[in-house]
Structure formats: C-alpha cells, structure tokens
T-cell receptor
C-alpha cells in the first residue's frame, strides 16, 4: 500500500449525467476526506469520514453530492445531474486519528472532472 | 483556524535556498503551522509542521518566529522538481479535520 488511490484519473461527462469517483485510502488510516479544487484555487473541504461515519459536510456539498464509506475502507463520491460548475479536481485524502501535532494528511492524485 | 498570508509567487535559482514566508498574525496558542506543496496535476503533499520550535526533516526546515506570528519554509538546495505551489496552513492539531487552503505561493525554480 503505497498511498491514496483515486479512480478514475480523468472523467468527461455530459451535463445532466451522474458520475461516481472512488478513493482507496492508506489501509490503516481511519479518517478519509474529500476536497474539491478549481483552477487557480487551493483545495476546498467537502466532507470527511471517521471509519464509516460521515461526520461533517461542507455547505459546498449540495444535495446532488453524496459520499459513502460503507465498510470504513474505500469511499465513493457521487455527483448526480452534473452541471458545468462541477468541473474541478476532486481530491481524496486520508489520515490517522492521532494526538495533537500528528503528521499531515496523505492526498491522492485526484480525479479531474470535466462537464461538457 | 487562523488565516494566513503568503506572497503570490517567488523565483529561486536552482541550487540556492528557497525561503518562503507566511504571516499568521492571528494564530492561537494551540494552532500548528503546516506546510504542503502541490506539484502540477498532483494532489497536495505534506512537507512539515511545527508548533513553537523550529523543525527540520529530509525535505525542508521550518522557522517559526518567537511570537509565532510568522514562519518561513526553507528548501535548502532548490531543484527544478521543487517548482510547485506551496501552502501554509494553521490549524489545531488532531481535533481539527479540515485543512483551509489559501492560494499559496507559486515557487518557480529557475535553471
């Protein structure tokens, strides 16, 4: 297990279609995060899981977005009825729940979504 | 989490030290300073973090001022592969799950 894996790396979809992305975190990490990054901006927090529980969702996560982590391992992020504004890089990260001052998160390489 | 201010861009000659500043004047006593970088088309990569003391690892050094209102990330011998956007983030330790990224500093290492 060499890091956080995301699939697919690139996705082009037509407006109105549904898309699903997958993230496989580092196996011993119990926290998993989703971020979104648009061109020229830093990543923005979307949601995070501790084990299988989704504990926080950003206001950026509209009703069209849903994330799951069914067995506390891999996670999926689904976007329904995609819009052109959903075009972005979707990043997944994982970490351990550790004492203060722990190491940073490990990010995957992201899934770049283009809605046409 | 406290807000950070970084220069938009910087250049550094290959082989020289790159010093990237960050202001975080509203940092609280329990907030750590974290640095990440993002190379084009990749996810952010953790570099280093610190609370009060200066820190060094195999990638970089982190110098935090005594009043903790600013810090500097030092890449001692910059290479072309260090060209990236560098993000300075302050956050509470393990209790905070979010990383609040700004726009970062675009570092260009020049041959």
């Amino acid at each position: 297990d060499t890091g956080v894996s995301q699939d697919p790396r690139h996705k082009i979809t037509k407006r109105g279609q549904n898309v699903t992305f997958r993230c496989d975190p580092i196996s011993e990490h119990n926290r998993l995060y989703w971020y979104r990054q648009t061109l020229g901006q830093g990543p923005e927090f979307l949601t995070y899981f501790q084990n299988e529980a989704q504990l926080e969702k950003s206001r950026l996560l509209s009703d069209r977005f849903s994330a799951e982590r069914p067995k506390g391992s891999f996670s999926t992020l689904e976007i329904q009825r995609t819009e052109q504004g959903d075009s972005a890089m979707y990043l997944c990260a994982s970490s351990l729940l550790a004492p203060a001052g722990s190491y940073g998160y490990t990010f995957g390489s992201g899934t770049r979504l283009t809605v046409v | 989490d406290a807000k950070t201010t970084q220069p938009t861009s910087m250049d550094c000659a290959e082989g020289r030290a790159a010093n990237l500043p960050c202001n975080h004047s509203t940092i609280s006593g329990n907030e750590y300073v974290y640095w990440y970088r993002q190379i084009h088309s990749q996810g952010p990569q953790y570099i280093i973090h610190g609370l009060k003391n200066n820190e060094t690892n195999e990638m970089a050094s982190l110098i935090i001022t005594e009043d903790r209102k600013s810090s500097t990330l030092i890449l001692p011998h910059a290479t072309l592969r260090d060209t990236a956007v560098y993000y300075c983030i302050v956050r509470v330790g393990a209790g905070s799950y979010q990383l609040t990224f700004g726009k970062g500093t675009k570092l260009s290492v020049i041959p």
